[in-house]
């Protein structure tokens, strides 16, 4: 008897254990949407401050680059997922006339700078105190990317967690 429960317990974990196995195999990547922004066509809104690592940033100091500004909070769980791909983007387009910036967005900057700290992020933060910026771009939550163009216009922007392979998509587009 005592037998039979330990196989059946046994044959129940394994079962557990393929079917979870096959989801994570199978699910989809998380990847953020492209929305229709109304500032997509036009002038970017300045972007100027205090970088984390000390410097200053400033949008019209990159006219003539690709600009890249992503919006993150240290408590936002895609702005973790989508970092590494962030950190993989700005090392891979760095040489290549594209610059990113992130912007704290309703964060401490004692959390903000822990968060890059901990990824070990290879390009400018800034902080918005006052939600600035933020509003200017029109966000409401975390992580929000805008794509700038080389002359200072908004292309695109992507709700949620971006992934490399998007970002060097849009990037292709405007290159185009």
Known sequence: MRRRVVLAISLAVLVAIVGLSILLVTRQPVSATIVQNPLVGNA????SGAQFGGGTFSLKADRGKIVVV????????PCQVEEPNLITFAWQQHL???AVVGVVFNDTVGAAKAFDAYYHTL???IDDPNGTIAFHYGVTAPPS???IDTHG???AELIGP???????????????
């Open 96 to 98: 290549k006339g594209v």
């Open 153 to 155: 216009r908004v292309v």
């Open 70 to 77: 992503n919006f993150f909070a240290s408590w936002c769980g």
């Open 145 to 147: 990317t805008f794509v």
């Open 44 to 47: 970017a809104p300045e972007i």
């Open 162 to 176: 971006v992934s490399t392979a998007q970002l060097n998509n849009v990037v292709a587009r405007v290159r185009a």
């Open 123 to 125: 390009y400018p933060a």
